[in-house]
Each structure stands twice: as structure tokens, then as C-alpha cells.
């Protein structure tokens, strides 16, 4: 029973690498997304084993192993300390400027990712708090991730994000 679980696992897994878009892509995947992908897969998938029986454990399995080994990329995929650290001080730095358009540009040559902060328009909330719009970009080995959001100088001069997908 055990070898069943496994052999759909890796099934699951291989399905998952079959999504990629190019050659290319595959390529330039590191050894951490791809440890990542297979480490969710076989935890989702061990974890899918655990609910249902007979034909129901599989698809529970299957499932398991879908969701945690995207899970799995995703989470390693994510902004190191350091590119979070980069990406906050030019954050601070772009809302705190005057100029509004203005692009504000970061990049961790250890890490490899880079991106760039511009903020779009201010306006002052009804309790007072200065706020400003902004877009930023960050680019990841396998392309460039976008988000946009809002964010308002707290009393102590710093800004505080409302919404934000890189932090």
C-alpha cells in the first residue's frame, strides 16, 4: 500500500513539472524550488493519504500533492531576508520622497532578484494620515511578479502598507 502512495505522489509530482511553459523555464528552476515543489508534494500527498479510503484517499492523495507541491514553489519562491529588507528601506524611501512618479529601484545581486517601487498619486485620508498609491515590480528568475497598493505615514514618520503581496 505504501509503494501505491508513493508511485502517485511522483505521478502527481511529474505532473507538475510537465506545467511548465518552456524548455527554458525548467532550466533556469533551482535545485531550492525544486526541493520545495517535492518536499510539499510528498507532504500534501502523505497528508491526502491520511483522509478517505479506497477511491476517495486517491483523489485526497492526488489533491495533496497538487496543492503542496505549488504551495511548496510558491513559499520558496518568496523574498529572501535580505531582498525584504532591500524592498522595505526603497519603500520607505519612494513614499517618503516628494516626487510622485518617480521610480525608486532596488537589487540583491547575491539572491539575484532585483525591482523597483513608484508611487502613483497621494491623498490624505479622512482622519488626516497622509497616504499614497503605489505600483511595484519585482523580478524573479523565472519573470516579474507586479502588485499595487496603498500605504499611510503612521505619527512616528513611517509607512505602513494596507495591502502589499512582497511583504
Same mark, same amino acid.
Not at 508511485?7 to 520545495?36: F, Q
Given at each position: 500500500?505504501? &509503494? +501505491?502512495?508513493?508511485?502517485? *505522489? /511522483?505521478?502527481?509530482?511529474? =505532473?507538475?513539472?510537465?506545467?511548465?511553459?518552456?524548455?527554458?523555464? *525548467?532550466?533556469?528552476?533551482?535545485?531550492?524550488?525544486?526541493?520545495?515543489?517535492?518536499?510539499?508534494?510528498? =507532504?500534501?500527498?502523505?497528508?491526502?493519504?491520511?483522509?478517505?479510503?479506497? &477511491?476517495?484517499?486517491? /483523489?485526497?492523495?492526488?489533491?495533496?500533492? /497538487?496543492?503542496?507541491?505549488?504551495?511548496?514553489?510558491?513559499?520558496?519562491?518568496? /523574498? %529572501?531576508?535580505?531582498?525584504?529588507? =532591500?524592498?522595505?528601506?526603497?519603500?520607505?524611501?519612494?513614499?517618503?520622497?516628494?516626487?510622485?512618479?518617480?521610480?525608486? $529601484?532596488?537589487?540583491?545581486?547575491?539572491?539575484?532578484?532585483?525591482?523597483?517601487?513608484?508611487?502613483?498619486?497621494?491623498?490624505?485620508?479622512? #482622519?488626516?494620515?497622509?497616504?499614497?498609491? +503605489? $505600483?511595484?515590480?519585482?523580478?524573479? #528568475? #523565472?519573470? *516579474?511578479?507586479?502588485? %499595487?497598493?496603498?500605504?499611510?505615514?503612521?505619527?512616528? %514618520?513611517?509607512?505602513?502598507? =494596507?495591502? #502589499?503581496?512582497? $511583504?
Amino acid at each position: 500500500m505504501r &509503494i +501505491y502512495h508513493f508511485l502517485s *505522489v /511522483l505521478v502527481c509530482t511529474v =505532473l507538475l513539472l510537465g506545467c511548465t511553459k518552456t524548455v527554458e523555464k *525548467v532550466k533556469s528552476t533551482t535545485w531550492a524550488e525544486v526541493a520545495g515543489t517535492l518536499g510539499g508534494a510528498a =507532504l500534501g500527498g502523505y497528508t491526502g493519504a491520511q483522509l478517505g479510503g479506497g &477511491i476517495a484517499q486517491t /483523489l485526497f492523495t492526488a489533491t495533496g500533492a /497538487l496543492v503542496g507541491g505549488g504551495t511548496g514553489y510558491n513559499v520558496i519562491r518568496q /523574498l %529572501g531576508p535580505i531582498d525584504l529588507t =532591500l524592498y522595505e528601506k526603497t519603500a520607505q524611501a519612494a513614499l517618503t520622497s516628494t516626487k510622485t512618479r518617480e521610480i525608486h $529601484r532596488w537589487n540583491n545581486p547575491k539572491s539575484g532578484r532585483s525591482g523597483m517601487f513608484r508611487t502613483i498619486q497621494s491623498y490624505q485620508r479622512t #482622519d488626516g494620515s497622509h497616504c499614497r498609491i +503605489y $505600483r511595484s515590480s519585482v523580478v524573479f #528568475d #523565472d519573470g *516579474v511578479a507586479s502588485t %499595487g497598493g496603498s500605504a499611510c505615514q503612521q505619527e512616528n %514618520g513611517r509607512w505602513l502598507a =494596507l495591502n #502589499d503581496n512582497f $511583504r
